[in-house]
């Protein structure tokens, strides 16, 4: 089983920045990556990002590409998301997933989430 927690989350004006952060625990073998999903209220998920472990490949959705960056620390075990350029369409609860394929075209099903950090944009 693996466990993962998500943190960072909160109250950004338009135009700013915040970095989420997702420690995970647990055997992550039989997974391709780690992902990023949000869900606002009244609207579907959305795979929002996620990096492979094995070639670095990074995947986002174009209405992020340019100013989220997805990294990882492996020592800390630390998926982190940085998000700048902020927008109040990014507001939504921020997800952090075991995904079972990430590709740099292609974020696949995810398995495993942690309750998620609620990001809100707005001035």
């Known amino acids: 089983q693996v466990q993962l927690v998500e943190s960072g989350g909160g109250l950004v004006q338009p135009g700013g920045s915040l970095r989420l952060s997702c420690v995970v625990s647990?055997?992550?073998?039989?997974?391709?990556?780690i992902g990023w999903f949000r869900q606002a209220p009244g609207k579907e998920r959305e795979e929002v990002s996620c990096i492979n472990f094995s070639d670095g490949s990074r995947y986002y959705v174009d209405s992020v590409k340019g100013r989220f960056t997805i990294s990882r620390d492996s020592a800390k075990n630390t998926v982190y998301l940085q998000m700048n350029s902020l927008k109040p369409e990014d507001t939504a609860d921020y997800y952090c997933?075991?995904?079972?394929?990430?590709?740099?075209?292609?974020?696949?099903?995810?398995?495993?989430w942690g309750k998620g950090t609620l990001v809100t944009v707005s001035s």
């Open positions: 997933a075991t995904v079972f394929a990430c590709y740099s075209w292609y974020m696949g099903a995810m398995d495993y």
């Open positions: 647990g055997s992550t073998l039989k997974y391709s990556g």
